[in-house]
């Protein structure tokens, strides 16, 4: 079963940065645009829209020395990230037209399916890169401005837009910032921005912004001046706004039938009307008011806790941010000095907030490990464990990673992993590894743990780099040689990974890990006969590692889990031993799958074969999203990795494999 057909020929703009552009337009039309270099405009075009006007070129080395002379319209082409940084790099757009580029932007996911994603499409969109040239009316900042707001980095877009040069602001970034401050809860410094924006703008936004301020300033004279010039100039139509401004004069709640799909604005109104944002808003998928639901004063604690809960987990807030919300819960004092025995909380996200609070508290790093592996073990439990590991990084930092914690070993193994502090996870990995015995578990747990310590680079596996394509960009194999005496190891890469020739015989038993040198020198011989090492500990590791799976009691799940795990090993180059696909060649062979859309998948692949780095990214954020689907196909998925290793993404690509391998286990 496919996912929906991206075949949309206009790029999306978020409610909240249209406002009141369908009531403006007529007299817009008429006025000519505020700020012509800098307007949006309706997109057309697929993703591999092309045009002949698009020429410019940059160099396809990273390292490359680059220089770049920005025309007028470049004035969007800032960014608060440089390559050094984090940023993709001023080419990222080499090869993609500006309007194809709008399209990428808007479509982009305001919840991509993975953390790792979500860093990923955030630095894309904060990069600094030269734009293309073409269609110059339409604004990619305002598409990057956008984006950024509706996938809650507040900060971050406030940050992009105040780095563009003044004269290239408009109304529509003018008004982002409100809207991002809006969401943010900082009512009092979007009052400051609407007063300094609102002598130069004179859309219907602005009168409305005016009235709340007003408000919420406890001026009814004002406000009620704002309202009626809102009425005057054809607002009425807007029942959400003019039910809220009836709810504050009234102090009568609001008419539950307006709340919906609410803007900042109307989260602002809500809360000078000391009214909660409703949580129907939760399954409306509003990111805006999830946000909101979480700063607002007016929220009962139990529901901010279950909310910014959620909220993190889309990414909409950071672990920081939750963090805040867990601190704000008043235990007593005997709770939280007994709380690995008490009775847990009610409320699942209560109970976190209790662990977390009194690990905090904690100054004794034994007693603090004892309290996170409760909290460990309790989200995993929930399948909260990323998010669990994600909260806790910064408490785990104060504790020894010596022998005297070989206990916690594994916990901290598995949540340094899924915190991305992989320095320190090496460090656990070899304290659980000196402390396993007979005795003890730890070898078999890290026998279970071994696909995601080898997608991470915490084992060797012998496994040999794709290598980018030629600089033709043609797709299709390479071919890697081993030795120079005829004996050849033959490496098929492209989007399907490596095949490493010699695997396990397919009765299971182990064959010769051979790997012929380049040369006779010492160095090329001491490097095959460590890879060839590796690469038997792997096939004994895989072997382990299938023993144990074929003893779960869930089956179905231990396939679904193996399939995943061999198609991220071949799209990373690591060696799938036969015996082990085999296991998994069973009837019934033709499965209901959710994938995705063919033109996304042809892009990824042509994108990554042609080094277009911001296409690429772009395709391999929307293929992730199948992957919270139960049934999500694990090709479409390890695709997605090779084509961010293919250019130069490295780091990310095994980010994101291994995020995906310790979050699908759970």
């Excluded at 800032?78 to 757009?93: H, Q, Y």
């Amino acid at each position: 079963m496919s996912a929906p057909a991206l075949a949309q020929t206009s790029a999306p703009v978020p409610l909240f940065l249209k406002q009141e552009a369908e009531q403006d337009a007529e007299r817009q039309s008429d006025q000519g645009p505020t700020n012509p270099g800098a307007t949006s405009a309706p997109l057309s075009g697929g993703f591999g829209s092309t045009s002949n006007t698009q020429t410019d070129t940059f160099p396809s080395d990273p390292n490359a020395v680059q220089s770049l002379s920005l025309g007028a319209v470049d004035a969007e082409a800032v960014g608060t990230l440089d390559r050094s940084r984090g940023g993709l790099g001023i080419d990222m757009w080499n090869g993609t037209t500006r309007r194809s580029a709008a399209q990428l932007i808007s479509e982009l996911p305001a919840t991509p399916a993975t953390h790792a994603a979500r860093d990923l499409q955030r630095r894309m969109l904060l990069s600094a890169a030269a734009l293309p040239q073409d269609s110059q009316e339409i604004s990619l900042l305002e598409a990057r401005v956008a984006k950024l707001i509706e996938m809650g980095a507040l900060n971050d877009a406030i940050e992009l837009l105040r780095a563009a040069p003044q004269g290239s602001r408009g109304s529509m970034l003018a008004q982002a910032e409100v809207n991002a401050l809006l969401i943010g809860a900082e009512i009092d410094a979007a009052c400051d921005a609407i007063e300094s924006y609102s002598a130069s703008y004179d859309e219907l936004f602005w009168l409305k912004a005016a009235a709340m301020c007003a408000f919420y300033a406890n001026d009814p004279t004002s406000a009620a001046f704002s309202v009626d010039l809102v009425r005057e100039m054809g607002g009425e139509g807007d029942a959400t706004f003019f039910g809220l401004v009836s709810a504050i004069r009234s102090g009568n709640a609001a008419n539950p039938e307006l709340l919906n799909d609410l803007r900042p604005l109307d989260l602002a109104l809500l809360a000078i009307a000391k009214q909660s944002i409703p949580t129907s808003q939760l399954e409306n998928g509003n990111p805006a008011a999830i946000i909101g639901i979480t700063n607002a004063d007016a929220t009962a604690t139990d529901v901010r806790l279950e909310v910014a809960r959620k909220a993190e987990k889309l990414g909409l807030i950071s672990p920081e941010q939750l963090a805040s919300v867990y601190r704000s819960v008043s235990f007593s004092a005997d709770a939280l000095a007994n709380v690995l025995d008490d009775a847990s909380e009610g409320i699942q996200a209560r109970q976190y907030a209790k662990l977390y609070q009194a690990a905090a508290q904690s100054d004794v790093p034994a007693a603090r490990a004892e309290i996170l592996a409760a909290l460990f073990e309790t989200a995993e439990f929930e399948g909260d464990f990323m998010q669990a590991a994600r909260l806790s990084a910064p408490l785990m930092a104060d504790i020894p990673v010596n022998g005297d914690f070989s206990w916690f070993a594994v916990p901290a193994l598995k949540a340094s992993i899924a915190s991305n502090g992989f320095e320190r996870a090496a460090n656990w990995l070899q304290v659980a590894k000196s402390s396993a015995n007979a005795s003890n578990d730890i070898s078999s747990r890290l026998s279970l743990l071994y696909p995601a310590l080898a997608m991470s680079g915490l084992e060797e596996t012998g496994a040999v780099k794709p290598q980018a394509p030629s600089a033709n960009g043609a797709g299709g194999s390479s071919v890697q040689t081993f030795g120079s005496d005829g004996q050849i190891a033959l490496q098929n890469f492209g989007l399907g990974g490596a095949v490493v020739a010699d695997a396990p015989t397919s009765s299971g038993g182990l064959a010769s890990a051979t790997v012929m040198p380049n040369s006779t020198s010492a160095e090329d011989v001491q490097s095959a006969s460590d890879r060839a090492a590796a690469l038997a500990r792997h096939r004994a590791r895989m072997v382990e590692w299938q023993e144990m799976q074929a003893a779960r009691g869930d089956q179905a799940a231990a396939r679904r889990y193996s399939e995943l795990i061999f198609n991220l090993f071949e799209g990373s180059g690591i060696e799938v031993p036969d015996a082990l696909w085999d296991s998994l060649l069973t009837a019934p062979y033709a499965e209901e799958r959710v994938t995705t859309n063919s033109a996304v998948s042809h892009h990824l692949i042509t994108a990554a074969a042609a080094q277009q780095k911001a296409k690429t990214v772009a395709m391999a954020i929307q293929a992730q999203q199948v992957a919270s689907a139960e049934n999500a196909d694990p090709k479409a998925l390890s695709d997605t990795v090779t084509a961010l290793a293919t250019v130069g993404l490295e780091a990310d690509a095994r980010r994101l494999a291994t995020e995906l391998l310790m979050s699908f286990n759970q």
